[in-house]
């Protein structure tokens, strides 16, 4: 037998895995000779660690690929792995040192090593200054941990974790630190560390001394980076979009392989088209995080304090104190906190100049709430009324901080007083349509609120929502003893399969008409209303105590579903429309849209100055495409009746060459002259007289 075809098991390490993996028993002395082998080398390698080995290299991927055959005789390969990356990490050549990482991770897939000794060096590890080593640790420890808790959480790994981790966060080693903290983050993304343990030890890498951890947590805190993704794909998306122009599309490809000669190689460059195309459309879908860790801090007031105190004594640069105070503002807002020094601190930036001074406005109106004092948020709005509501401003300036003071008077009605309110009203005049816009969305905000601060006639018509209206005192807390709005609904119980319960909602409710004229002699006006009508207000003629008491009746008696809640949602709006005087018509009636996310605030709110922005080309076109849909088509001069009907000979001559129809041109009756209509008028003349 020759060499090249003899078996060569001692050297040829793949073969030989081959064969173990098939026959683990008979192939066993084999696999100890390798293992000796191994352990030679490895008392070689401790003398000289910082130098690459190839063979050792091999038989560590050999060995741990082949390590649950031989369970018993490999029990102490982890160990010898894990004190070699322990003891010489930082000087392992990073060949040798990602081999052992993988050797690790091998067993760990294999259940043939614990996670929490494995998981704990690899945090480690983020010390080495080896970036491709950091990235595989980081997705190795994120899908292990997300693996571990696959079918349920492992309460006892997770807090050994946590808290190994919390030490880390506080490690001299910045890099180590910085990947811990992605580490966390990245796994309260994905729900598996969703709890308030994760959040609390995420939340004191918020006074780290480090720039960069101290940004990341916050932005984990504020989801900024899922704005910074959208912002990321609206960029790659207008590359796309270039692209998607020149792209075809897989019609069209279809049609193109139908129409060309039929080969091979076409069909295989089809093939390889389409399911390019069917990557590109996977690859856009949007991914949606759920950003709700301010809800999960165990101590907000303590914490808001703390960071208020950090935020004046800090000197970071401009963008870093503008996230803090973003941060202190939401905590103030989610939580309704008392901080009164925060609210001095920010009016020391809101000048026109200022940079990013409409955040800063937007942070005020985020840290305003009921609770706060009246008089610290009047004295934010002086501050804006001095600096942006004056006329020595632009419009835009100006309707910027009429926006800001209604964002502020929507979450404290107390703060402006009636003297600023009536001042603010005299702008809904104004020559600028922005700062009248801004000015009446401020009239209309106190309609709803608090219509007494304004002036009579500025006040409106008196709506039903009006008249419920309760004005409240600082401190005071609006309390409902049944759901706003149910009176509108049946008193109908469902109780099982067609079975119903209706209860009597009110004896006064049903008795209302009778007990209005009581003279059986005199004439009874009724009013005749359609069927639709009467579903839409059947509670049209009762009073405000009848109404709460129904109300009550219902919230108590049933229990209410999705549809019910539409229901009282569109008959709520409808309050805000509809006239309470009688005898009088209705307003006409606007469908309001309530949005669910109306209280979260966004920057919209203050810089929408209710201008027309310019559009580009491709916006108007969509707007004129948009006008034409539905709508016939225009066409120039009379139609024929019947579009399948036949042509006249003048409308083929139209589309015939010049020069077949240019000998007819010249037949055309020309003038008669004088004499000829004068013989002409002759003989009519003649023939008339004749036949008289």
Sequence with gaps: MSDKNRNKLPSNLPQLQNLIKRDPGSYKDEFMQQYRHYESNLQIFHLQPSTYTKTLDELVLFIAQVSQCYPEEVSDFPQHLQDLLRRHATVLDKTMRMTFCKALILLRNKSLIPATGVLELFFELFRCQDKLLRKTLYSYIVSDIKNVNFKHKNAKLNTTLQNFMYTMLKDNNVIAAKMSLSVMIELYRRNIWNDTKTVNVIATACFSKVTKILVTAMKFFLGHEEGEKAAESDSEDEVDKKKEKSRKTSKELILGNRVAKKTKKRQKKLERALQAMKKFKKKHKSESFNFSALHLLHDPQDFSEKLLKQLEATNERFEVKLMMIDFISR??????????????????????????????????????????????????????????????????????????????????????????????????????????????ALIALYRRVNPELLHKRDRGKPTESTEELQTLHYGDRKTRQAVPGAEILSGEVELG???????????????????????????????????????????????????????????????????????????????????????????????VDLDENSDRLMLSTIENVHKKRAHDKESRLATVMAGREGREKFTHGPQKMNPNASTTNKEKARGKNFMMVKHKLGRKKGKRSFRDKQMALTKALLRRQKKN
Excluded at 386 to 392: G, H, P, S, Y
Excluded at 502 to 520: F, G, L, R, V
Aim: proline share 3%.
């Design 497 to 591: 399969e067609g079975e119903t319960e209706k209860a009597e909602i009110s004896k006064e409710w049903e008795s209302c008409s009778e007990d209005e004229d009581d003279d059986e002699d005199d004439w009874i006006d009724v009013h005749h209303s359609s069927d639709e009508e009467q579903t839409e207000d059947p509670v049209a003629g009762l009073s405000l105590e009848e109404k709460r008491q129904k109300a009550e009746d219902v919230s108590t008696n049933r229990i209410l579903t999705q549809e019910d809640f539409r229901q009282i949602q569109h008959h709520q709006a409808r309050k805000t429309t509809e006239s309470s005087s009688k005898g009088k018509g209705k307003r006409k009636h606007v469908e």
């Design 331 to 440: 905590l103030i807002g989610i939580h309704g906190l008392f901080l009164l020094n925060f609210y001095p601190f920010v009016q020391r930036f809101l000048q026109p100049h200022q940079r990013e001074v409409t955040r800063l406005l937007l942070y005020v109106a985020q840290a305003s709430h009921d609770l706060v004092p009246p008089d610290v948020l009047e004295s934010a709005i002086k501050v804006i009324a001095n600096n942006f509501i004056t006329d020595r401003n632009s419009g835009e300036v100006m309707a910027v901080g009429l926006n800001a003071v209604r964002e502020i008077s929507a979450r404290c009605p107390l703060a402006l007083s009636e003297d600023l309110l009536r001042d603010f009203v005299q702008y809904k005049t104004h020559k600028d349509k922005a700062v009248m816009m801004a000015a009446r």
